[in-house]
């Protein structure tokens, strides 16, 4: 098992920056990539950036590549997505998920943090 407990979040303006952390727990040796998703009402869930835990190499979905940058402490468990030059498109609930694999389907998520965006 693998727990994962969101941080950060919050409120930002438009042009702005927020950031939010995902910290790992238990497992977690087992865990291949981490991603954050995010799901806006009305929207389907989104995975908005992913990781690889050997490697480092990064996805990002094509709305937030050059604004958005995820990266990870390996040593501390811990999975950052740093948000620049927000869009109100960005505001959703932001979700941490991590697998045990390099494909397919996540399999532990956390509780989420909410990201809204103001102009």
């Known amino acids: 098992q693998v727990h994962l407990v969101e941080s950060g979040g919050g409120s930002g303006q438009v042009g702005g920056s927020l950031s939010v952390s995902c910290v790992a727990s238990?497992?977690?040796?087992?865990?291949?990539?981490m991603g954050w998703f995010r799901h806006a009402p009305d929207k389907e869930r989104v995975l908005v950036a992913s990781?690889?835990?050997?490697?480092?190499?990064?996805y990002y979905t094509d709305s937030v590549w050059g604004r958005f940058t995820i990266s990870q402490d390996t040593a501390e468990n811990t999975v950052y997505l740093q948000m620049n030059n927000l869009k109100p498109e960005d505001a959703a609930m932001y979700y941490c998920?991590?697998?045990?694999?390099?494909?397919?389907?996540?399999?532990?998520w956390g509780q989420g943090t909410q990201v809204t965006v103001s102009s």
């Open positions: 998920a991590a697998r045990l694999g390099l494909f397919g389907d996540y399999h532990y």
């Open positions: 990781i690889r835990t050997d490697t480092g190499g990064t």
């Open positions: 238990g497992d977690t040796g087992s865990v291949k990539s």
